[in-house]
């Protein structure tokens, strides 16, 4: 029976670098500021008077959620600093919106373990009473690792797209492969975010998990709330290789978008990923149809990551979603390939990975008019580990080639199918093991030490 194929997710909001928040102005980084529950950092009222209260809210991709990550340490919004109240240094002094002064009280420092911190009290950017509701506010508090602590932030780079721990986001399935709690595998090797496959359609333009499963109450959505109280997100993965695909049951482009927006307003996602293949990917009317719903998507919702996923021979892709996507001026956040059921059998599946990529490369370069840096910046790699569907043998230390090419080229994706299988076989049911001689999780610590 055909198993659903990884799809790529995305994300909006983007990891935080270790240390203080350092760039060139040209090299700011603007976007949300997610944190407990998933929610944003956000400017109540979207007023930009002195003294407007900073909160906990649902993200709505409004410019109240928009914060810049500057060059000298400081996080602003709707032109101002990011401020702690008077001055304070005080376990529970509020924070607010106000012009800024370069005053140490609206300087921050970030550390690897997702905390944001004002050097001047030595304490951590916090929700007040670990409360995820609409309008919590926000001050700063002695640093206790709890989740109400932890945030994820637009991160200044070397003026190309930032390092992300979102890029690392394998797929989780819950539709069987006897799916692990995803606190097993964060607590095992630090990976919070996920992609988490697939919605479907229900043989109608109308979203659902699997095609089956109701889109929010169900086990998907304790998935969700489980990865956030732990400090991550998910992406959702539209399609996949089996099933019906919302983008050849909804009828038009309009109807498509209207689809994809349902799942973002349930969620308030960051990102999302169409994994378009098979018969989809054949049908050059799909194809359209899903260009024009995703340019209507990404103008409806600003800040909202959009990654495509899409098969691969081993030189590269083919290439006519891209072509169609350019041609209709549609810019994706990440266009991923699976490089794996090509026809490696034998052969060194992490070298044919990189092939494949470089194919993918080519291909942007000349849909798109990118340079080699732009290219790999707007590219992703999603694997499968272990044995795959025609045989070929993915190994650990694939895993660490198709890594070390990702770091050296600042790929925006680097993710497989999936953490249900990254574990040995058992005697369990399908798709829930690699097939391969590992220890719990060896692929899902590789991939965690990607840096983007």
Same mark, same amino acid.
């Given at each position: 029976?055909?198993?659903?194929?990884?799809?790529?997710?995305?994300?909006?909001?983007?990891?935080? =670098?270790?240390?203080?928040?350092?760039?060139?102005?040209?090299?700011?980084?603007?976007?949300?500021?997610?944190?407990?529950?998933?929610?944003?950092?956000?400017?109540?009222?979207?007023?930009?008077?002195?003294?407007?209260?900073?909160?906990?809210?649902?993200?709505?991709?409004?410019?109240?959620?928009?914060?810049?990550?500057?060059?000298?340490?400081?996080?602003?919004?709707?032109?101002?600093?990011?401020?702690?109240?008077?001055?304070?240094?005080?376990?529970?002094?509020?924070?607010?919106?106000?012009? *800024?002064?370069? =005053?140490?009280?609206?300087?921050?420092?970030?550390?690897?373990?997702?905390?944001?911190?004002?050097?001047?009290?030595?304490? *951590?950017?916090?929700?007040?009473?670990?409360?995820?509701?609409?309008?919590?506010?926000?001050?700063?508090?002695?640093?206790?690792?709890? =989740?109400?602590?932890?945030?994820?932030?637009?991160?200044?780079?070397?003026?190309?797209?930032?390092?992300?721990?979102?890029?690392?986001?394998?797929?989780?399935?819950?539709?069987?492969?006897?799916?692990?709690?995803?606190?097993?595998?964060?607590?095992?090797?630090?990976?919070?975010?996920?992609?988490?496959?697939?919605?479907?359609?229900?043989?109608? *333009?109308?979203?659902?998990?699997?095609?089956?499963?109701?889109?929010?109450?169900?086990?998907?959505?304790?998935?969700?709330?489980?990865?956030?109280?732990?400090?991550?997100?998910?992406?959702?993965?539209?399609?996949?290789?089996?099933?019906?695909?919302?983008?050849?049951?909804?009828?038009?482009?309009?109807?498509?978008?209207? =689809?994809?927006?349902?799942?973002?307003?349930?969620?308030?996602?960051?990102?999302?990923?169409?994994?378009?293949?098979?018969?989809?990917?054949?049908?050059?009317?799909?194809?359209?149809?899903?260009?024009?719903?995703?340019?209507?998507?990404?103008?409806?919702?600003?800040?909202?990551?959009?990654?495509?996923?899409?098969?691969?021979?081993?030189?590269?892709?083919?290439?006519?979603?891209?072509?169609?996507?350019?041609?209709?001026?549609?810019?994706?956040?990440?266009?991923?390939?699976?490089?794996?059921?090509?026809?490696?059998?034998?052969?060194?599946?992490?070298?044919?990975?990189?092939?494949?990529?470089?194919?993918?490369?080519?291909?942007?370069?000349?849909?798109?008019?990118?340079?080699?840096?732009?290219?790999?910046?707007?590219?992703?790699?999603?694997?499968?580990?272990?044995?795959?569907?025609?045989?070929?043998?993915?190994?650990?230390?694939?895993?660490?080639?198709?890594?070390?090419?990702?770091?050296?080229?600042?790929?925006?994706?680097?993710?497989?199918?999936?953490?249900?299988?990254?574990?040995?076989?058992?005697?369990?049911?399908?798709?829930?093991?690699?097939?391969?001689?590992?220890?719990?999780?060896?692929?899902?610590?590789?991939?965690?030490?990607?840096?983007?």
């Amino acid at each position: 029976m055909p198993r659903p194929l990884p799809a790529v997710v995305s994300l909006a909001a983007l990891s935080l =670098a270790t240390g203080l928040l350092t760039a060139s102005p040209a090299q700011a980084a603007t976007g949300t500021v997610t944190g407990l529950a998933g929610k944003c950092l956000d400017v109540a009222g979207a007023n930009s008077a002195d003294g407007t209260a900073v909160q906990l809210y649902d993200c709505n991709g409004t410019a109240a959620q928009q914060w810049t990550v500057g060059s000298d340490g400081t996080i602003r919004a709707l032109g101002k600093c990011l401020d702690v109240t008077g001055n304070s240094t005080a376990d529970g002094a509020t924070v607010q919106l106000w012009s *800024c002064t370069g =005053a140490a009280n609206q300087k921050w420092t970030a550390t690897a373990a997702s905390d944001i911190v004002n050097p001047q009290a030595n304490k *951590c950017l916090d929700v007040t009473g670990n409360s995820s509701a609409n309008g919590t506010r926000i001050q700063i508090w002695s640093c206790g690792g709890g =989740a109400n602590q932890k945030w994820t932030a637009p991160a200044p780079g070397d003026g190309g797209t930032p390092s992300t721990p979102m890029a690392v986001a394998p797929y989780l399935y819950n539709g069987w492969g006897s799916p692990p709690n995803p606190t097993t595998v964060t607590n095992a090797t630090g990976v919070k975010y996920f992609t988490l496959a697939f919605v479907l359609s229900n043989g109608y *333009c109308n979203p659902q998990w699997d095609g089956g499963r109701a889109l929010t109450g169900g086990v998907d959505q304790q998935t969700i709330n489980t990865v956030r109280a732990n400090g991550g997100d998910i992406v959702p993965s539209f399609g996949g290789w089996s099933g019906n695909k919302l983008e050849s049951s909804c009828s038009t482009a309009s109807e498509l978008a209207a =689809a994809y927006q349902k799942v973002i307003s349930a969620f308030g996602l960051k990102a999302i990923d169409i994994d378009l293949e098979a018969d989809a990917y054949n049908s050059p009317t799909v194809q359209q149809r899903t260009v024009d719903a995703l340019k209507t998507v990404k103008a409806n919702n600003a800040g909202l990551k959009v990654y495509v996923t899409i098969g691969t021979g081993q030189s590269g892709p083919d290439t006519s979603l891209i072509n169609r996507a350019a041609g209709s001026g549609l810019t994706v956040d990440a266009w991923t390939i699976m490089p794996f059921n090509f026809g490696g059998v034998g052969q060194n599946m992490g070298n044919l990975s990189v092939q494949a990529a470089e194919g993918l490369r080519n291909a942007l370069k000349t849909a798109y008019g990118y340079s080699d840096d732009q290219a790999y910046r707007s590219m992703g790699i999603s694997s499968m580990n272990g044995i795959t569907d025609q045989n070929e043998t993915v190994t650990v230390n694939d895993f660490r080639t198709m890594l070390a090419y990702a770091q050296q080229h600042h790929l925006a994706r680097l993710t497989f199918w999936s953490v249900n299988r990254d574990r040995p076989c058992t005697g369990g049911p399908a798709d829930s093991c690699s097939g391969v001689g590992q220890s719990d999780w060896d692929y899902t610590r590789v991939f965690a030490a990607y840096t983007g």
